[in-house]
């Protein structure tokens, strides 16, 4: 049975996503391949899952409105970061969208001259916040 899903995201910069991906345990395993699963194939930017024969089976592909959505089966992935969202797309959506937005920032200051110099891997706080200090010398 599949359990193959496609969930938009606000993620438009792929180099802003692949940090974000990585800040969550996600490794870019692969570019421009085709992400099957039980039939189904599309093809994807980037690729952050692959089953036991290392096929791409989860990947972040653009769509016509210039987002990224996921597509893809995390059920197969071999990845114990990558199958932890295993029918969980609203947390994987959830955690995505807190570290785009932390590595946005973050590249964003570093452009500008700025280090974080608090929280720089973007840890919620006790009110369920991201707060971050960010320093130029």
């Not at 039939?39 to 089953?51: D, F, K, V, Y």
């Not at 992935?77 to 785009?100: G, I, M, P, V």
């Not at 720089?120 to 916040?129: E, S």
């Amino acid at each position: 049975m599949s359990h193959f899903i496609k969930a938009g995201t606000n993620c438009t910069n792929k180099t802003v996503l692949m940090g974000a991906l990585h800040r969550m345990g996600l490794d870019v395993l692969g570019q421009n391949e085709s992400v099957e699963a039980e039939g189904w194939t599309e093809q994807a930017e980037l690729i952050i899952g692959r089953n036991s024969s290392n096929q791409a089976c989860v990947g972040m592909a653009r769509q016509q409105d210039g987002n990224f959505s996921v597509i893809g089966d995390f059920y197969y992935a071999k990845s114990a970061e990558a199958r932890k969202y295993y029918n969980k797309t609203k947390l994987f959506q959830d955690n995505l969208s807190r570290f785009y937005c932390v590595e946005k920032a973050t590249q964003d200051l570093a452009e500008q001259g700025f280090t974080m110099e608090e929280n720089p891997n973007g840890d919620l706080n006790a009110q369920g916040m991201v707060q971050m200090v960010a320093c130029r010398y």
